[in-house]
């Protein structure tokens, strides 16, 4: 797909809270300065990559970016769940992601149940992907050793 691997850093910011609340999946939100910056036809939907908080371990994560449709928003977003648990949350920080691969498009759907379900789909689907060599070698890629700044979202 157009312009994967993409390689995105910026602060986390607050979200609708939704995330951890109503679908017990939280994701970290990037501000809406980051959001601008992504290409203008970069595809809506979900996909899979590594993330990084601070200068954090490297873990597998799973991203949406658009309208949300089940919520109706008006702003586009991009989320980044990070398949790891964290002991406190980060808002603040820089997260550093590398989006590699797409998983599917941005749904609505008739249930709560039916929008998790797809979720944890989206992390089993990103788990299995993210074990094949070839992605693995993204986890050990400089972006993710630089100092906070030098590289901002390019590819
Ligand atoms: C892997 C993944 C897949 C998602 N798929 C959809 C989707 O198909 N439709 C949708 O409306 N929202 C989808 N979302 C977005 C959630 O609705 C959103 O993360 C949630 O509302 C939390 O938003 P908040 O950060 O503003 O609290 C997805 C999120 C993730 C992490
Ligand atoms: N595994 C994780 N992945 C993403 N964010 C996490 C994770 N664990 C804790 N968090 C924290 O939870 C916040 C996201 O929760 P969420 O309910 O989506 O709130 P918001 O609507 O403000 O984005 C993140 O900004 C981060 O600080
Ligand atoms: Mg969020």
Redesign the pocket.
């Known amino acids: 797909m157009r312009h994967l691997p993409y390689f995105c850093r910026g602060e986390v910011v607050k979200?609708?809270?939704?995330?951890s609340k109503e679908?017990g999946?939280p994701?970290a939100?990037f501000s809406e300065q980051v959001v601008e910056s992504f290409p203008s036809d970069i595809s809506t939907g979900?996909y899979y990559g590594w993330a990084c908080v601070g200068n954090g371990d490297v873990h597998k994560m799973?991203l949406?970016i658009g309208w949300?449709?089940?919520?109706k928003n008006i702003k586009k977003?991009v989320?980044t769940?990070i398949i790891h648990t964290f002991k406190e949350d980060f808002y603040g920080e820089i997260l550093s992601i590398v989006i590699i691969g797409y998983i599917r498009p941005?749904?609505?759907?008739d249930s709560l149940e039916a929008?998790i379900s797809?979720?944890q789909e989206?992390i089993e689907e990103a788990n299995r992907q993210l074990d094949l060599p070839e992605h693995l070698k993204l986890k050990d890629d400089n972006f993710f050793h630089l100092p906070e700044g030098k590289i901002v979202n390019s590819h």
């Open positions: 979200g609708f809270g939704r995330g679908l999946i994701t939100n979900i799973v949406s949300n449709p089940f919520y977003s989320e769940h941005e749904k609505n759907f929008l797809a979720i989206d």
